[in-house]
C-alpha cells in the first residue's frame, strides 16, 4: 500500500522558533510537495520538488524553505515561525505525469502545528 | 494561473445522485482537471482525473465541456460516508486547488 508518513500530527512551537516538518514517502515519486489547509482557503502549495535537490516555489512560499537530500525526504522549514503560520500541513507526493501535467498525488494525515 | 471556484457546501439524501460544478475560466492549454476527496483529520484522496469530455470509474464521473472552464463531479446514489470536502485541482505547469465543497448527506 502507497505511504506517505508525516513526522508529527501535532506540533506546538513559540513565535520565533525554527521548525522542522518532515514528510517520507515510500513509493520512489520523483515529485513531492508541501501545502498547508486553512479554513475557507482550501489547499495552497507552499513549494514543490520534482527530483533530489530541486525546489520550485508555489503560490505561499514566503517565510518557508525546504530541503530535499533523499529522493524519499521532503522536509519543510519554517526558519522563524510566527503566529500566522499557525495551520494545517499537508505533504503530497505523486509519479511524473505526461506533458508536464502531475499524476495522482498521495497525501500524508497532516501536521497540525500551531504557534504561540 | 487557473483560479477555481466552487460551492461551499452542499446537501443531499441518502440515494440522490450529486453533481458538484467547479469553475476555472483561466485553464491552460495542459492543464488536466482532477477531484479530490477528503475526510476529517486525514488527506486528501484522488477522486478522478479527465482532460475533456467524460471520465467514469467506478466511483464517480467526471463532465469536462467542450471550453473547459468548468467541471462537473458527479456522485451516483450517494451514502452517508460520502459526506466529505471535495476539492477541485487544475493541474499542469502549476498546482491550484479549489477551496472545496463540503458535501453532507442526510439519511
Known amino acids: 500500500d502507497v505511504k506517505v508518513t508525516q513526522s508529527s500530527r501535532y506540533l506546538v512551537k513559540r513565535t520565533g522558533e525554527k521548525v522542522f516538518l518532515e514528510c517520507v514517502q515510500d513509493m520512489d515519486h520523483e515529485n513531492m510537495f508541501w501545502y498547508r489547509q486553512d479554513p475557507g482557503l482550501g489547499l495552497r502549495l507552499i513549494y514543490f520538488s520534482y527530483d533530489v535537490k530541486m525546489k520550485e516555489k508555489g503560490d505561499i512560499p514566503e517565510g518557508y524553505s525546504v530541503s530535499r537530500e533523499k529522493k524519499e525526504r521532503f522536509s519543510l522549514i519554517l526558519e522563524s515561525a510566527s503566529t500566522n503560520q499557525t495551520s494545517m500541513y499537508l505533504c503530497?507526493?505523486?509519479?511524473?505525469?505526461?506533458?508536464?501535467?502531475?499524476?495522482?498525488?498521495?497525501f500524508g494525515p497532516g501536521t497540525r502545528l500551531t504557534v504561540l | 494561473l487557473a483560479k477555481t471556484t466552487q460551492p461551499i457546501s452542499m446537501d443531499s439524501y441518502e440515494g440522490q445522485e450529486v453533481n458538484i460544478t467547479c469553475s476555472h475560466n483561466?485553464?491552460?492549454?495542459?492543464?488536466?482537471i482532477t477531484w479530490y476527496q477528503q475526510f476529517p483529520s486525514q488527506g486528501p484522496r484522488f477522486i478522478i482525473q479527465?482532460?475533456?469530455t467524460k471520465v467514469t470509474n467506478e466511483v464517480a464521473s467526471l463532465f469536462i465541456p467542450a471550453d473547459r472552464k468548468s467541471s462537473t463531479l458527479s456522485l451516483p446514489r450517494v451514502s452517508l460516508s460520502d459526506t466529505a470536502v471535495y476539492y477541485c485541482?487544475?493541474?499542469?505547469?502549476?498546482?491550484?486547488f479549489g477551496s472545496g465543497t463540503r458535501l453532507q448527506v442526510q439519511p
Open positions: 479527465g482532460y475533456k
Open positions: 503530497a507526493s505523486s509519479p511524473p505525469g505526461s506533458g508536464g501535467a502531475y499524476n495522482e498525488q498521495f
Open positions: 485541482l487544475v493541474q499542469g505547469r502549476a498546482l491550484t
Open positions: 483561466n485553464i491552460a492549454t495542459n492543464d488536466y
